[in-house]
């Protein structure tokens, strides 16, 4: 099928603005992820200096120090695949799978801009079907 240059770029300038709208969008959550991450840092040093004397109390702060530990370990995550998500958008690489190489859907990317996997391999992934470092 032929298709016209002029359809072509159209269509080019399109992808454009809808991957700068995902950078954006991109940028913006990296952005909070690294405030968030460096906040509860400071909340978990915060709470190793608190001088809790008795049982109660540092049962208490040896909760919120566990729960701010979970908080921050998931931040990180997530921060590390919005940064994967942005390289991947200079690389060219951005809504491909990086298991099967297949166009992830774009409602998908809409709702999890970085995430790496289609449907498919995402249940694989789930399953334990498929290797998350290699995609494979």
Avoid at 10 to 22: A, I, P, Q, T
Avoid at 55 to 74: C, M, V
Avoid at 86 to 103: A, K, P, V
Wanted: include cysteine; charge should be negative.
């Amino acid at each position: 099928m032929f298709m016209c240059p002029a359809f072509l770029h159209r269509n080019e300038l399109m992808e454009k603005k809808k991957l700068d709208v995902f950078k954006k969008r991109l940028e913006e959550r990296q952005r909070e992820l690294r405030h968030n991450v460096t906040r509860t840092e400071q909340d978990g040093r915060a709470a190793d200096q608190d001088t809790a004397q008795d049982i109660a109390d540092r049962a208490s702060s040896s909760y919120q120090k566990e729960f701010l530990f979970s908080q921050s370990n998931s931040e990180r995550q997530t921060l590390q695949m919005v940064e994967g998500a942005l390289e991947r958008i200079r690389e060219g690489t951005f809504g491909e799978c990086i298991s099967c190489g297949t166009e992830i859907n774009p409602k998908r990317l809409e709702a999890v801009p970085w995430t790496r996997h289609c449907i498919a391999c995402q249940e694989k992934l789930e399953q334990g079907v498929l290797n998350q470092d290699t995609g494979t």
